[in-house]
């Protein structure tokens, strides 16, 4: 255990400090901070170490305090960690008065309440990239100052989150979950690390302050941050149970398993974060995955939980409950789809008898399109015959499609069922009905589509190797890519059919089929833009305009930005270059704020809301300078916005006359990017 305490008290000393550091930082960047210093001058120490809190009529309005700490903690840079603490504590403590009397732009909704902790969320991000990176280790000697803002930070912001709800005008369940942002994430990895620190004995308890972290972190990067912290104190990724012993009560309750933190995991692969996931752990029984390279990943969770929940299980009883190795169903559908009378082949639809019931379908198609995906990829096979992987990816479409067949040949059924009842009984009905279990809404599809999610996920990867030319894809052949991208195709355009027979509303269905692998879709089918694909159902720009709803916001942009990337570079754009493209290609590199709504009050990066707009084409918004810097240090190969940003000003805002030529237009940040001016 480190020697090191940990204090959640505020005394008067720290507001004198804080004030001292905002004279020293007002001097130094010639910054008027005068209305928080003297705000800051209010706070009186009493007898007892207490702390007498200024008056209501002492506060300035919200939007001038917001701008004095956001001033100040920038300046201040993290240079003093206990002054911007102490200023930004002092706008969490509300003037006491009823909400019927406060008016409506002093309330303090959870999206007021991030954008006051943008700045000191700007700090942690500093110090969890430097953890990431490794500059910040265990044993650096500031390691400690650096938890202690983290937990201070969590720690006074627990008990005011429940002041918060109030003055909020919100309900504690639309309140909380609007907290949840990126810097959740790093804030719960430093109270990790603060577990192995003792702490001085106050009314908030640490179990209380490492509960409130990991409830206002999304449970996916929880169940990351946790497995971070677990390989830093098993760096050999060998579990050692007399070291697990010796670890603090706190630092043990810590890695616990990650389902029982958060809920929502369960069933989901703590690798890549796919739901549904197929395989579970031999030894514990609990973690699930959903492939190889996910089960290596999760060695050290395995090892812990097996410790702490089962016992070793021998081998001959694991193949024994866990094999899955029966397509029989699969064979006998496929056998029957096509029919062959003399030379004509026909296909026709098997009567639902044929068809196993959904949910062995569902493990079944598992196996025999994961099966599949490891043939196509193998490179003995797919490098010397590249007809294979052609086949390989057809034959994963026809097996995702027999979801689609099974449903319909349910519906024959429940028809001539239908049918055959009234003409017995020579009355009306309601009309045919699909059992319950058999719907199909838009999370039903997600559910089916799971294993090519992972196939399209691992062909996304190896796409995305980064190569000599920036932008979308370098590490696979372009005839693997419009194979992929057929089946995307294919997968896709049967969504406006399927919409159709959900009985859900076109938004209740799209946002359902937001999935992690929704954006690799569309990258794939962005690919095969300008090649010949063969759908049955829409056009190529129909289907695109649906990709486009099934992915999330963000991911959408920055695969948009990835294809912009790729087709122009750095460079800035012509008309003439621009209008060269197709239609289809024109189509996809429309602004983002027209493509996802929501973008058009929230940061491109990251979902925030935003507070700046491009001053090029005035359309694309960000949040602060940290996702503006992050967008500008990844060049455009790994992100897309500012790229996006460009090819929007290519269409609205051009060069005048005076300073270049007429058909020469301006992508945002051109300079910046290093791009070749035309």
Request: with cysteine.
């Amino acid at each position: 255990m480190v020697n090191v305490s940990l204090s959640d008290r505020k005394p008067i000393s720290d507001f004198t400090t804080a004030v001292d550091v905002l004279l020293e930082t007002q001097n130094e960047l010639q910054v008027d901070l005068r209305v928080l210093i003297r705000l800051l001058q209010t706070f009186l120490g009493l007898e007892h170490a207490q702390v007498l809190y200024p008056r209501a009529s002492d506060y300035s309005s919200l939007s001038v305090l917001q701008q004095q700490i956001t001033l100040a903690i920038d300046s201040m840079g993290a240079k003093t960690l206990g002054g911007a603490v102490t200023s930004s504590g002092s706008r969490l403590h509300h003037p006491p008065a009823d909400l019927s009397l406060l008016p409506s732009a002093e309330l303090v909704d959870a999206g007021r309440r991030v954008e006051l902790l943008r700045p000191i969320d700007d700090i942690v991000h500093y110090y969890y990239e430097a953890l990431q990176k490794g500059t910040l280790t265990l044993a650096h000697p500031a390691l400690g100052d650096i938890v202690n803002f983290a937990y201070c930070m969590v720690s006074h912001h627990g008990p005011d989150q429940l002041q918060d709800v109030r003055v909020s005008g919100q309900s504690a369940p639309v309140f909380f979950p609007g907290l949840r942002r990126r810097a959740s994430r790093e804030l719960l990895a430093f109270v990790y690390l603060s577990t192995r620190y003792k702490a001085i004995p106050d009314a908030i308890s640490p179990s209380e302050v490492l509960q409130w972290a990991e409830s206002a972190t999304d449970p996916f990067f929880g169940a990351e941050e946790q497995g971070s912290f677990m390989r830093r104190l098993f760096p050999s990724k060998d579990f050692d149970p007399a070291q697990y012993r010796r670890l603090p009560a706190l630092t043990a309750h810590a890695l616990r398993s990650p389902y029982d933190v958060w809920p929502d995991l369960r069933g989901c692969c703590l690798g890549c974060g796919m739901a549904h996931a197929r395989y579970t752990c031999s030894l514990c029984g609990l973690m699930k995955y959903c492939s190889a390279g996910c089960q290596r990943s999760l060695q050290v969770y395995k090892a812990v939980a097996a410790t702490r929940f089962r016992p070793f299980e021998g081998s001959a009883a694991r193949r024994k409950r866990y094999k899955r190795d029966d397509l029989q169903f699969i064979i006998n559908v496929i056998d029957q789809i096509e029919v062959a009378e003399g030379s004509i082949v026909a296909t026709t639809l098997p009567p639902i008898d044929v068809f196993p019931s959904r949910e062995a379908l569902i493990q079944t198609t598992w196996l025999a399109i994961f099966g599949l995906s490891l043939f196509a990829s193998h490179t003995d096979i797919g490098a010397p015959v590249p007809q294979l992987f052609s086949r390989a990816m057809r034959s994963i479409n026809q097996v995702y499609s027999l979801n689609d067949m099974r449903f319909e040949a349910l519906g024959r059924k429940v028809w001539m069922e239908y049918i055959l009842g009234v003409k017995k009984s020579d009355s009306t009905s309601d009309g045919p009905r699909y059992p319950l279990e058999d719907l199909r809404c838009g999370w039903n599809i997600a559910e089916e589509l799971a294993p090519v999610d992972l196939v399209v996920s691992r062909m996304y990867q190896t796409w995305m190797k980064p190569g000599t030319h920036p932008g979308i894809g370098h590490g696979m052949h372009p005839d693997w890519v419009l194979n992929v991208s057929s089946v995307c195709l294919n997968i896709t355009s049967n969504f406006h059919r399927q919409l159709e027979k959900s009985g859900q509303s076109s938004q209740d269905f799209f946002s359902q089929l937001h999935r992690k692998a929704s954006h690799m879709y569309l990258a794939f089918i962005i690919a095969g833009l300008d090649h010949e694909a063969i759908s049955y159902n829409l056009t190529k720009r129909d289907v695109l305009l649906m990709a486009e709803r099934a992915t999330p916001p963000c991911a959408g942009a920055r695969v948009q930005g990835l294809f912009i990337v790729s087709l122009f570079g750095h460079a800035e754009v012509t008309r003439l270059t621009y209008r060269m493209k197709s239609q289809d290609v024109r189509t996809a590199m429309r602004p983002p704020t027209e493509i996802w709504p929501e973008l058009r009050d929230h940061c491109v990066w990251c979902l925030g809301k935003a507070t700046k707009v491009c001053a090029k084409c005035r359309r694309i918004r960000y949040c602060s300078r940290l996702c503006q810097r992050e967008r500008k240090g990844t060049g455009g190969t790994l992100t897309s916005p500012r790229l996006t940003a460009a090819s929007s000003a290519s269409r609205f805002r051009a060069i005048p006359a005076s300073s270049r030529r007429k058909d020469t237009v301006v992508p945002c940040d051109a300079g910046a990017a290093g791009g070749v001016h035309v």
